[in-house]
């Protein structure tokens, strides 16, 4: 059994800042790349940002600047450090882990959802 959890959700004014949190437990050989995506309600889930077992990050275009993605391996976590929130960024935000079972196949893992709501 595997479980990734978030934490870190709110309520913010325009211009401040919140941090992501997300940890997977459980039956874990390795963590290929971990991140985190977002759907605002009426619109497609998309990807916020990720980072690699090597470190490497991608971030969707509208956040490069504002946000930043950091890992603990060791931890099997994740964190995204959100800075100058806009109105847009409002959505529920989902963190996934792409894990490798000690036996099976590699998938990706979703947490449940955590509440991110920036006011103009």
């Known amino acids: 059994q595997v479980q990734v959890v978030e934490s870190g959700g709110g309520l913010v004014q325009a211009g401040g800042s919140l941090r992501l949190s997300c940890a997977a437990s459980?039956?874990?050989?390795?963590?290929?790349?971990m991140g985190w995506y977002r759907q605002a309600p009426g619109r497609q889930r998309e990807l916020v940002a990720s980072i690699t077992d090597d470190s490497s990050t991608h971030y969707k275009d509208s956040v490069k600047g504002r946000f930043n993605i950091s890992r603990d391996s060791a931890k099997n976590t994740t964190d995204l450090q959100m800075n100058s929130l806009k109105p847009e960024d409002t959505a529920v935000y989902y963190c996934y882990a792409e894990i490798e079972p000690p036996r099976g196949f590699t998938r990706a893992y979703w947490g449940q959802g955590t509440q991110v709501t920036v006011s103009s």
């Open positions: 459980g039956s874990i050989f390795s963590i290929r790349s």
